[in-house]
T-cell receptor, first 111, second 114 residues
Framework: AQSVTQPDARVTVSEGASLQLRCKYS??????LFWYVQYPRQGLQLLLK??????VVQGVNGFEAEFSKSNSSFHLRKASVHWSDSAVYFC?????????FGHGTILRVHP | EAAVTQSPRSKVAVTGGKVTLSCHQT?????MYWYRQDTGHGLRLIHY???????EKGDIPDGYKASRPSQENFSLILELASLSQTAVYFC?????????????FGPGTRLTVL
């Protein structure tokens, strides 16, 4: 069975700082991987996705993620965060028509 | 623009009562899903469907039923609502195996069972 782990429940950074949110996945086959963002009292919005090919994928609003098969990881990065990036970020994996979500990381950006 | 809508957006129900949450998608997607979100648990899959008139159990189906009367509509039914079912419920749709594998989410329904 597939599992997705986000080891950091909360991350706090200052505006303008760089960001990395960690995600580890466990699967017997290379899954399809996603990062979603959830703003307060809203649904989930897709930030980026990885299916195959170039391990670094670009997403919306300056986010990118790097897939590593050797480390079973799909970490999310941003070079310079803005206060409006404060939200909950979910990593998810899928390989049988269903998504398995991590528990989410709450990101707080100090203005 | 892909669209998934949910109704109602919020609901207060009494313990033991029946609750029906509705989801409608205009994406022409075959797959539809129901998740619940609890603090600290991320999203957990309750039921899903990949074709009309058929539903499948997800990871936490106990206490829930689902109905898919058409490609566009997918309902989640709580026959006997319980306090533990207080949560936010999200519907999603996907074109799995077609043009992409991502899921598109609705805005959520906040259910409070008293």
């Amino acid at each position: 069975a597939q599992s997705v782990t986000q080891p950091d429940a909360r991350v706090t950074v200052s505006e303008g700082a760089s960001l990395q949110l960690r995600c580890k996945y466990s699967s017997s086959v290379t899954p399809y991987l996603f990062w979603y963002v959830q703003y307060p009292r809203q649904g989930l919005q897709l930030l980026l996705k990885y299916y195959s090919g170039d391990p670094v994928v670009q997403g919306v609003n300056g986010f990118e993620a790097e897939f590593s098969k050797s480390n079973s990881s799909f970490h999310l990065r941003k070079a310079s965060v803005h206060w409006s990036d404060s939200a909950v970020y979910f990593c998810a994996g899928a390989n049988t028509g269903k998504l398995t979500f991590g528990h989410g990381t709450i990101l707080r950006v100090h203005p | 623009e892909a669209a998934v809508t949910q109704s109602p957006r919020s609901k207060v129900a009494v313990t033991g009562g029946k609750v029906t949450l509705s989801c409608h998608q205009t994406n022409n997607h075959d797959y539809m899903y129901w998740y619940r979100q609890d603090t600290g648990h991320g999203l957990r899959l309750i039921h899903y469907s990949y074709v009309a008139d058929s539903t499948e159990k997800g990871d936490i189906p106990d206490g829930y039923k689902a109905s898919r009367p058409s490609q566009e509509n997918f309902s989640l039914i709580l026959e006997l609502a319980s306090l533990s079912q207080t949560a936010v419920y999200f519907c999603a749709s996907s074109d799995w195996g077609g043009s992409s594998y991502e899921q598109y989410f609705g805005p959520g329904t906040r259910l409070t069972v008293l």
